[in-house]
């Protein structure tokens, strides 16, 4: 069956910086649109970034935009997201995401119930 395993959470310092990884099996990853979300203790999960089979798209929310980079490596059936500049408001659980379906919009990366496999997530603590 399909499994998303998260990795790299951690705490870090307002401004610094960190690297999840999220290691996939039993899919053909490098045909998967795989994705980010987090969510914070009461509040809702959301969408932080999504990057197509190919690496030809990638989509990220306002909020992260331009301080965190998502990518993938398919030959080792693993996604990344680049964490720079961090602030205490990106504290969360962040969620590795994946589906099969390549989408013709991508408005439909940005909805948590749109995508069909997730992982368990790993914490990502920024202290001020």
């Known amino acids: 069956q399909v499994q998303l395993v998260e990795s790299g959470g951690g705490l870090v310092q307002a401004g610094g910086s960190l690297r999840v990884s999220c290691a996939a099996s039993?899919?053909?990853?490098?045909?998967?649109?795989v994705g980010w979300f987090r969510q914070a203790p009461g509040k809702e999960r959301e969408f932080v970034a999504a990057?197509?089979?190919?690496?030809?798209?990638?989509y990220y929310s306002d909020s992260v935009k331009g301080r965190f980079t998502i990518s993938r490596d398919n030959a080792k059936n693993t996604v990344y997201l680049q964490m720079n500049s961090l602030k205490p408001e990106d504290t969360a659980v962040y969620y590795c995401?994946?589906?099969?379906?390549?989408?013709?919009?991508?408005?439909?990366?940005?909805?948590?119930?749109?995508?069909?496999?997730w992982g368990q997530g790993t914490q990502v603590t920024v202290s001020s």
């Open positions: 990057i197509r089979w190919s690496s030809s798209g990638t």
């Open positions: 995401t994946a589906d099969a379906r390549q989408s013709t919009s991508a408005l439909n990366y940005y909805n948590s119930e749109w995508w069909g496999y």
């Open positions: 039993g899919l053909t990853f490098s045909s998967y649109v």
